[in-house]
């Protein structure tokens, strides 16, 4: 069976939403304008391949305008001189993100991970980039009522202050990355969800504490929850020599605590598929027919990606793989999910993975929209 990309929904090239909003939205500055510039055609016309309404692309671009892009900072002129923050994206383009979402039974969603930059980010006046996330985040509110700050108040603690970096500059000076906060949005039809992953690292650097106990000590305070963080804290224990301090995170929904999800995500440089596997079941703690399944599509990408040869054809010696497990405060579950780290790898070689294994998975019109998008590319 052979699969083509559709054409996207038929729009007029000078109707096309992100040109109207390009020739009617003032810009707030040069560099405003100069990241509209590079981000809008690629949104936009993603948006329209991706099949979102036309209500639904004019609403995403205008957030991207209004809230995204005066939080990304300066737009990097040709020698980088105006850069005096080092984000922690795998992006040389900037401090962002843009992937789709694809899930069973539901609508592809777009998602832009984003970590905001403040104006004077990285100078003395503002050593560790203290507040533009939040600041984002409370645009975002302004923007769409039901976006609760409950749990990012309950964890910004673990954030150290541009104050306490001060105090302890010289237990954090050696990091070339100081980020502590990635805001991450996905677009829908209708509305837009949020959710922070915060850095325990900073802290650990700063305090000389343990980055994992600063993590699971603010986990611990959630006394309210049924959080089973055992089996997650047991696990990464006994693994910390070969966690990657720097991809850890602890993320959470924007939410009501009974809607929303916490999630630990960590990665580790991983060189065979029973590693991924101990790592999936957390060494065995996580068991079932949930568990066995998800591997399944896990070891089906796993085979397809890493015996690829790398761009160049130099041959691959490890993949970085990120974990996250997904604890529920509702009934205690834990959900393991795994994302390969493929910025080295052929595109071809990855989307011809994607394609077999939506295949398998009978995601037809998931295929058509891949396709379609990668032909934006």
């Given at each position: ?239 910390k020599d070969s966690v990657l301090a ?110 077999s294994l939506f295949k398998d998975l ?16």
């Open positions: 069976m052979t699969f083509t990309a559709s054409p996207p929904l038929e729009q007029s090239k000078t109707t096309q939403p992100w040109k109207v909003l390009s020739q009617f939205l003032p810009p707030q500055s040069i560099d405003h304008q100069l990241w509209w510039n590079k981000l809008a055609p690629v949104i936009g016309s993603s948006l329209s391949r991706a099949r979102y309404g036309i209500d639904a692309q004019y609403q995403s671009l205008l957030l991207v305008q209004s809230a995204i892009i005066p939080a990304l900072g300066p737009f990097q002129n040709h020698d980088s001189s105006n850069m005096t923050w080092t984000d922690c994206m795998a992006n040389s383009m900037g401090p962002l993100d843009v992937s789709v979402n694809y899930q069973n039974d539901s609508k592809c969603a777009f998602r832009i991970t984003i970590e905001p930059v403040g104006p004077y980010a990285g100078t003395d006046s503002d050593p560790v980039n203290e507040i533009a996330a939040k600041q984002l985040l409370q645009t975002l509110s302004h923007i769409q009522q039901g976006i609760d700050f409950s749990w990012f108040d309950h964890f910004e603690p673990m954030l150290i202050t541009n104050r306490e970096a001060r105090q302890h500059w010289h237990a954090i000076s050696h990091l070339p990355c100081k980020s502590q906060t990635v805001v991450g949005i996905d677009l829908h039809e209708d509305h837009f969800t949020v959710k922070p992953y915060l850095s325990p690292l900073l802290n650990a650097a700063a305090t000389g504490g343990d980055f994992l106990q600063t993590m699971f000590n603010k986990l611990r305070a959630l006394s309210s929850t049924k959080l089973n963080l055992s089996v997650v804290e047991e696990y990464l224990s006994l693994r720097e991809k850890t995170y602890l993320s959470f929904d924007c939410k009501s605590h009974r809607e929303s999800r916490i999630k630990i995500y960590t990665a580790m440089d991983i060189t065979s598929l029973e590693e991924v596997r101990d790592l999936w079941t957390l060494g065995g703690r996580l068991s079932g027919p949930d568990i066995d399944n998800g591997f399944d599509i896990v070891s089906k990408m796993w085979n397809m990606i890493y015996p690829k040869p790398l761009s160049g054809g130099q041959l691959r010696q490890s993949l970085t793989v990120n974990f996250n497990w997904e604890l529920s405060p509702k009934d205690g579950s834990v959900a393991p999910k795994a994302y390969f780290l493929v910025d080295r790898d052929l595109d071809e070689n990855v989307s011809s993975a994607l394609v009978g995601w037809k019109n998931h295929i058509e929209t891949h396709l379609t998008l990668e032909q934006e590319v």
